[in-house]
């Protein structure tokens, strides 16, 4: 069973920034795909960034040269470095990790990023 597992969250004033961590044990797989989306109160998730296995990569306009998603070194790691931060990059962040059909995703729990003005 993949245990996706985010780390990396929490309090930060406007304009600093932050790193997540992320990593999905448990496949002997390498992920097709890796994600972070995130989600504010009373909204709906929603994609921040996306990494390819072939390195290549997508964000959302709001995060664009603000944030940059990374592979680590290790199977299955993935970071997100978020510079600039603004109070609505305030949400739960969440880790997703896409393998072959025959294993299917999976999700983390989720790590609190919140930004003070």
């Known amino acids: 069973q993949v245990q996706v597992v985010e780390s990396g969250g929490g309090l930060v004033l406007a304009g600093g920034s932050l790193r997540l961590s992320c990593a999905a044990s448990?496949?002997?797989?390498?992920?097709?795909?890796m994600d972070w989306f995130r989600q504010a109160p009373g909204k709906q998730r929603e994609l921040v960034a996306r990494?390819?296995?072939?390195?290549?990569?997508n964000y959302a306009d709001s995060v664009k040269v603000r944030f940059t998603i990374s592979r680590g070194n290790a199977k299955n790691t993935v970071y997100l470095q978020m510079n600039s931060l603004k109070p609505e990059d305030t949400a739960v962040y969440y880790c997703?990790?896409?393998?072959?059909?025959?294993?299917?995703?999976?999700w983390g729990q989720g790590t609190q990023v919140t930004v003070s003005s």
């Open positions: 997703h990790a896409i393998f072959v059909a025959q294993i299917g995703d999976y």
């Open positions: 990494i390819n296995r072939d390195g290549s990569t």
């Open positions: 448990g496949s002997i797989y390498t992920a097709n795909t």
